[in-house]
């Protein structure tokens, strides 16, 4: 199992920016065996769903909501992911998970607020 760590949510005003992180901790083992890492995010009301992922190999997509705002990284010596999140909009208010993909197996945070007003 992967414990994943977020933080760097809050409250910023339209236009601003915050950047997200997530801390990936566990086995060497289990470590190894993730393959990609992504951030979700869930609005009250509605469901979790995808919105920036990263490889392994470096890869990353987009959900079209976010394209061109937002920036998904990694830094592997650190075992961590970020989530630079530029221009933001009152709808990216929302819970962001972060995510490991191991496999079948799948990872997640506990989440951090992020909330936009306008």
């Known amino acids: 199992q992967v414990q994943l760590v977020e933080s760097g949510g809050g409250l910023v005003q339209a236009g601003g920016s915050l950047r997200l992180s997530c801390a990936a901790a566990?086995?060497?083992?289990?470590?190894?065996?993730?393959?990609?890492m992504a951030w979700y995010r869930q609005a009250p009301g509605e469901q979790r769903h995808l919105i920036a992922r990263i490889s392994n190999g470096g890869s990353t997509n987009y959900a079209d909501s976010v394209k061109n705002r937002f920036a998904i990284s990694r830094e592997p010596a650190k075992n961590t992911v970020y989530l630079q999140m530029n221009s933001l909009k009152p709808e990216d208010t929302a819970i962001y998970y972060c995510?490991?993909?191991?496999?079948?197996?799948?990872?997640w945070g506990q989440g951090t607020q992020v909330t936009v007003s306008s």
């Open positions: 566990g086995s060497i083992f289990s470590l190894a065996s993730i393959n990609a």
């Open positions: 995510n490991a993909e191991r496999g079948g197996r799948s990872d």
